[in-house]
């Protein structure tokens, strides 16, 4: 399996970006999708999760609100909208298959990319 996370970048504190996960080697309609992240010096850190069918959403306490999941399974692309970032978004972002009742297991995770958030 194949994950590749892209669209990171620096942004300013109450920026907006758009996270893409584009994946390969499985049948992604059929997965539960997840974001992970994590910040230098800390554990990796749940970001919000979807189902196959793009019906059900869950997300980590300190996003909830301000980040968006979505997938569009005919492209097997995950995406992560962020909306209102601040600093303590900066950090490694990495998406992640299959269904977990917390962070997925690092295996499962993909190619991340980095998000940073300052003025």
């Known amino acids: 399996a194949l994950l590749v996370a892209s669209g990171g970048g620096l942004v300013q504190p109450g920026g907006s970006l758009r996270l893409s996960c584009v994946t390969s080697?499985?049948?992604?309609?059929?997965?539960?999708m997840n974001w992970v992240r994590q910040a230098p010096g800390n554990g990796p850190e749940y970001v919000a999760g979807?189902?196959?069918?793009?019906?059900?959403?869950k997300y980590g306490d300190s996003v909830k609100g301000r980040f968006t999941v979505s997938r569009d399974n005919a492209k097997n692309t995950m995406f992560l909208q962020m909306d209102s970032l601040n600093p303590e978004d900066t950090g490694m972002y990495y998406c992640?298959?299959?269904?977990?009742?917390?962070?997925?297991?690092?295996?499962?995770w993909g190619q991340g990319t980095q998000v940073t958030v300052s003025g």
């Open positions: 080697g499985f049948t992604f309609s059929t997965h539960y």
């Open positions: 992640a298959r299959g269904n977990w009742d917390n962070v997925p297991p690092r295996g499962f």
């Open positions: 979807i189902n196959n069918n793009a019906d059900l959403t």
